[in-house]
């Protein structure tokens, strides 16, 4: 017989097996090591336009940004591009999120669907939503239609994607097993299809948050009087450096923001998920 001590190992050499232990960090310190990365960035936008690398015709230094911040704020002209770009942004990802969504519920959970619907998207996911800029002009204008549809396209096809996945993954025992108590296929979906594609729903959401950032820069060169987009027309036009630094941290900060919305979505929906195999919490 093999004995085993109090420390868990064995006395013919080998070691008991244990399982792995997850420690949890604490909150300042994962914000803490979050926060490395933009401070290392912002040290070295700091020390290149210290020592000249960066003149301020090709960047400020981050003083002369901070200026503008409160130049931009203080007249008002920052918060009110920011609320028409978010405007746009918002109404843009709303209507892609739904239009994903009901065509990856479809294309997943239909063959029908499938067999009518996946090509054709698949087609189309396949062609640059910037290459639609000019295209959208003409059927829309340059009104805020273009704009808001733009983002709506570009949105569309990542929560598609996604959504199409997570639904076929869903097990088909399950569904079977829901079918036998009768219940529809409405129902099916929203007890038991959409719980189990979540992972998937809340990928397709992060992709499609992000997106609609980018589709929004896109959108805002369209003719725009308004907007973040305005405001970096109207600095390239007068060479300010420190309010395109300025715009260009507002869509970056926008972005993150998004990141982080979707994160906490993910705790509060799936509290289970960890960082990753092996990893600690």
Do not use: H
């Not at 420390?7 to 949890?24: F, H, I, N």
């Not at 490395?36 to 290149?48: D, E, K, Q, R, Y």
């Not at 450096?241 to 869509?251: F, R």
């Amino acid at each position: 017989m093999t004995a085993v001590t109090d420390e868990g190992e064995r006395t013919d050499g080998l070691v008991a097996p244990r399982p792995p232990v997850r420690r949890a960090r604490p909150r300042t310190y994962v914000v803490t090591v979050r926060a490395l990365g933009p401070v290392a960035l912002l040290a070295l936008w700091w020390a290149s336009s210290a020592t000249g690398l960066l003149t301020p015709d090709v960047l400020a230094s981050p003083p002369p940004v901070l200026d503008a911040v409160g130049e931009l704020w203080g007249n008002g002209q920052l918060p009110d591009a920011l609320a028409t770009s978010l405007t746009r942004s918002g109404l843009g990802l709303v209507i892609g999120l739904a239009a994903g969504l009901v065509l990856g519920i479809t294309t997943g959970f239909t063959r029908l669907g499938d067999e009518l619907l996946d090509s054709s998207l698949q087609t189309l996911r396949t062609i640059p939503f910037l290459s639609l800029v000019p295209l959208f002009m003409v059927w829309f204008g340059i009104n805020e239609t273009a704009k808001i549809l733009l983002i709506a396209v570009a949105t569309t096809f990542p929560m598609y994607v996604s959504t199409t996945g997570g639904v076929r993954d869903t097990d088909r025992k399950l569904v079977e097993a829901m079918r036998s108590f009768g219940l529809g296929r409405l129902a099916i979906v929203r007890q038991v299809v959409l719980p189990g594609a979540l992972p998937s729903l809340l990928a397709g959401l992060r992709l499609s948050m992000t997106l609609s950032v980018i589709a929004l820069i896109a959108a805002e060169e369209i003719n725009a009087t308004e907007g973040i987009g305005y405001l970096m027309s109207q600095a390239q036009s007068y060479a300010r450096t420190d309010v395109l630094a300025v715009c260009i941290l507002v869509y970056g900060l926008l972005g993150l923001t998004a990141d982080v919305f979707v994160r906490g979505l993910e705790r509060i929906l799936m509290p289970w998920r960890t960082a990753g195999p092996g990893g600690t919490t």
